[in-house]
């Protein structure tokens, strides 16, 4: 007996006739992304502040050369990675009172420097938004003053202070409501497919046709039960 082979028409009548469970399916998983992101996940905040490095400490009036540049995003690159060093953080660590871990702090630092630019900028992260304004505002004082006394060159100075943000940046509700909306319906309507594709049961003629290489001379029309129960009473009346 050859395999029975599965149609795109199959599939759209599979898929048809499970759609309530499709529906009910994206539901579940849609209803579950939410209520993971609501109370399974920890809000995260962020804020961010800048930080300027000069590379010989002239006046801002003073001219500026294309070497100059190309040296103070350097030493904006060295600073960037001095932030998180051991000196800086346990200065920070030491100006908080020592509430905080020397790993917890470092953690809760990103930077980069901006393209061009002897700019850096950092972001705090962390679950509380005003522990992430202060540690970020401790930063910023700490670092010029504790870096300043390294032989990297240069002068770091602060832009601007950071802000105790409002919103959290993390979990983001829409994109993991849409995550589970995509998710529940792909992975119903694949289950739905895989079983239609397994399923070998002849229905109809162009399934025995199919299956066995051969035509189909007849066929016998099925009864249902009330359609029995119609001709039996019938019978009996003769």
């Known amino acids: 007996m050859n395999r029975v082979e599965i149609t795109l028409q199959d599939i759209f009548w599979s898929l048809k006739k499970y759609f309530f469970w499709i529906i009910l399916t994206t539901a579940v998983f849609t209803a579950g992304a ?62 908080l009172g020592n509430t905080m871990s020397a790993e917890k702090i470092k953690s809760m630092i990103s930077s980069g420097v901006k393209k061009d630019t002897m700019v850096i900028i950092i972001t705090i992260t962390d679950s509380n938004p005003q522990r992430a304004a202060e540690v970020a505002n401790v930063l910023s004082a700490v670092a010029p003053e504790v870096l300043g006394k390294l032989p990297v060159g240069g002068i770091l100075y602060s832009i601007e202070k950071a802000e105790v943000p409002k919103k959290p940046v993390s979990p983001n509700l829409g994109t993991n409501l849409t995550v589970g909306f995509i998710l529940g319906l792909l992975l119903s309507c694949a289950v739905i497919i895989l079983v239609a594709v397994l399923d070998t049961t002849i229905w109809r003629e162009e399934d025995l046709e199919r299956a066995f290489t051969v035509p189909v001379l007849g066929s016998v029309p099925g009864m249902s039960a009330n359609s029995m129960a119609k001709l039996k009473k019938k019978r009996s009346r003769r």
Not at 60 to 81: F, G, K, M, P
């Open 34 to 95: 939410f209520a993971y992101t609501e109370f399974l996940v920890t809000p995260m905040y962020a804020t961010s502040f800048s930080m300027g490095v000069n590379s010989n400490g002239r006046e801002s009036s003073e001219q500026v050369t294309n070497n100059e540049l190309v040296a103070e995003a350097r030493i904006a690159s060295t600073y960037q990675v001095l932030l998180t060093s051991q000196p800086v953080v346990d200065a920070v660590r030491e100006k």
